[in-house]
């Protein structure tokens, strides 16, 4: 079969909106939020429904092309960063809201659904989904399912496999595997939580089924305003040792506030301040009084020089959008943004924050800090221009530094963006290879071939090894769209 007939196959499926084959549309296809790292895929294709979709699967497999899936594109470690010559295979066209359940507090949506649309689709039922991305108003629930994502609430609420209960899935063959209607002790093993955060390695999620959470009876947003950052550092790591529990800690550094405030993120935030610390606590009107009654005390003992608590919901509402436009505010001081995404000991934010600009400044890079800091998710925020290649190589090593550094305090080297191909040199460092074996085994027995996502997450030394050690072999059957695993002529991944 021809790449023509091949095109001509996947168009007869998913009709003439659902194909993307023009070269210059297929640009905006070409990376996700890393956008250093690029590729040009064959196609792009859009099923509307579960469906369509196991019938594109089926085509490409017996084509033996690889396979790139891709919710909004709003990812940073390059998940969905398409393989030349592969196909991409997106859940765009599928945004509906198939059910809201609120006895049993469930929604059944369609993956290409957007984060904040599926909380404003249930807040009649005083319901709301919790995690939120700082890319809610953009990122999909699939794509937050692949990337097991996190948000500033998810200090308090837990990350996306908390709060999914059952997947649709097509497989790389097209076959359909329906898991939203186990009980709810399940038997045999637990495939639900083995694929989410699996990073499209292990099949393409067409439909969700989440788990919705009550609205709180109050709410209380403060902004503790701070001379430097380790004061902001310290209140965190000693709220965190008084065991409260606000529902999320978010620290913001001083170019940060500059950026944000001088763009449509304005949020009010004090240009003065070398760092801010945005809290909020929800829940029963007594637990809230006293869990923000301690924390000023702590923000205050810490030396905070103010701390102010929003005036209604709006002020609520604006003091969030700042802090979730921060990345995006980003390109005032550069043309590009390196979003780092490592997660340390709490108890070590202040020295892990301070080396962070340290390795940064003898880079000679603009960094901005913006994180987490409940969950010790730190987003180093390195500032660059990618055309200019010595740039790009300084901040690539300030990363892979950061992540090292991380990894030996006693981290990890993801909290909520994934692997990817931007953390591939480092997962030999996280993991011993009986490790890396055991994850390519779990691969294998969904992509035999190994067509989906090829390239990503896993190290390529790490499955060629498991390979050599007798798992069957990677179908040749692609070798049109590509040469070998990776329809590349490299082997590996571009760095």
């Given at each position: 079969m021809t790449t023509a007939g091949l095109l001509r196959d996947l168009r007869s499926i998913v009709g003439p909106r659902g194909l993307v084959d023009d070269p210059t549309w297929l640009v905006p296809y070409e990376s996700d939020g890393l956008a250093m790292q690029r590729g040009r895929p064959l196609c792009a294709v859009l099923p509307r429904d579960t469906a369509q979709a196991a019938a594109v699967m089926a085509r490409l497999a017996r084509a033996g092309v690889p396979v790139v899936s891709?919710?909004?594109?709003?990812?940073?470690?390059?998940?969905?960063?398409?393989?030349?010559?592969?196909?991409?295979?997106?859940?765009?066209?599928?945004?509906?809201?198939?059910?809201?359940?609120?006895?049993?507090r469930l929604a059944r949506v369609q993956a290409g659904?957007?984060?904040?649309?599926?909380?404003?689709?249930?807040?009649?039922?005083?319901?709301?989904?919790?995690?939120?991305p700082s890319s809610q108003q953009a990122c999909t629930i699939g794509g937050n399912v692949a990337e097991n994502s996190g948000g500033p609430h998810c200090f308090k609420y837990g990350a996306t496999t908390r709060h999914v209960e059952g997947l649709v899935i097509v497989t790389a063959d097209g076959e359909v595997l329906d898991l939203t209607g186990a009980p709810v002790d399940p038997d045999g093993l637990d495939l639900v939580g083995l694929f989410v955060g699996s990073?499209?390695?292990?099949?393409?999620?067409?439909?969700?089924?989440?788990?919705?959470?009550?609205?709180?009876?109050?709410?209380?947003?403060?902004?503790?305003?701070?001379?430097?950052?380790?004061g902001a550092c310290d209140s965190v790591s000693e709220i965190i040792a008084q065991r409260l529990e606000p529902s999320a800690l978010e620290i913001l550094d001083r170019l940060t506030i500059e950026a944000v405030e001088d763009s449509v993120f304005a949020a009010g935030y004090p240009r003065e301040a070398e760092a801010v610390l945005l809290i909020e606590a929800d829940g029963g009107d007594a637990e809230v009084a006293e869990v923000v009654a301690r924390i000023?005390?702590?923000?205050?003992?810490?030396?905070?020089?103010?701390?102010?608590?929003?005036r209604g919901a709006d002020e609520r509402k604006l003091l969030w959008a700042g802090r979730k436009g921060a990345f995006g505010a980003m390109g005032r001081v550069a043309p590009?943004?390196?979003?780092?995404?490592?997660?340390?000991?709490?108890?070590?934010?202040?020295?892990?924050?301070?080396?962070?600009?340290?390795?940064?400044?003898?880079?000679?890079l603009k960094l901005a800090n913006v994180f987490h800091a409940g969950d010790g998710n730190l987003h180093p925020n390195i500032c660059y221009d990618r055309r200019?290649?010595?740039e790009v190589a300084r901040v690539l090593a300030a990363g892979h530094a950061i992540m090292q550094m991380c990894v030996a305090a006693g981290g990890s080297l993801t909290g909520e963006h994934g692997v990817g191909l931007e953390k591939l040199p480092e997962m030999e460092?996280?993991?011993?290879?009986?490790?890396?074996?055991?994850?390519?085994?779990?691969?294998?027995?969904?992509?035999?071939?190994?067509?989906?996502?090829?390239?990503?997450?896993?190290?390529?030394?790490?499955?060629?090894?498991?390979?050599?050690?007798?798992?069957?072999?990677?179908?040749?059957?692609?070798?049109?769209?590509?040469?070998?695993?990776?329809?590349?002529?490299?082997?590996?991944?571009?760095?």
């Open positions: 891709r919710g909004a594109g709003t990812g940073l470690s390059g998940g969905a960063t398409p393989v030349e010559g592969g196909a991409l295979v997106g859940t765009a066209r599928m945004r509906d809201v198939l059910s809201v359940d609120p006895v049993d659904v957007v984060n904040v649309e599926l909380t404003a689709a249930c807040a009649a039922h005083g319901l709301f989904y919790a995690p939120d990073e499209g390695l292990l099949g393409l999620a067409t439909e969700v089924v989440v788990r919705l959470t009550p609205l709180p009876e109050a709410v209380e947003t403060l902004l503790a305003v701070f001379p430097d950052l380790d000023r005390a702590i923000v205050e003992r810490q030396g905070a020089l103010e701390v102010r608590s929003a590009d943004l390196y979003v780092a995404d490592v997660v340390v000991p709490r108890t070590k934010l202040r020295e892990i924050v301070a080396r962070t600009t340290e390795i940064c400044r003898e880079q000679r200019d290649e010595d460092l996280a993991f011993a290879p009986a490790d890396l074996r055991a994850m390519c085994d779990a691969r294998d027995a969904w992509d035999p071939h190994r067509r989906l996502n090829p390239g990503k997450l896993l190290p390529v030394r790490a499955c060629r090894e498991r390979r050599a050690a007798g798992a069957p072999p990677a179908s040749s059957a692609g070798a049109p769209f590509g040469s070998g695993e990776h329809g590349s002529s490299a082997g590996e991944p571009p760095r």
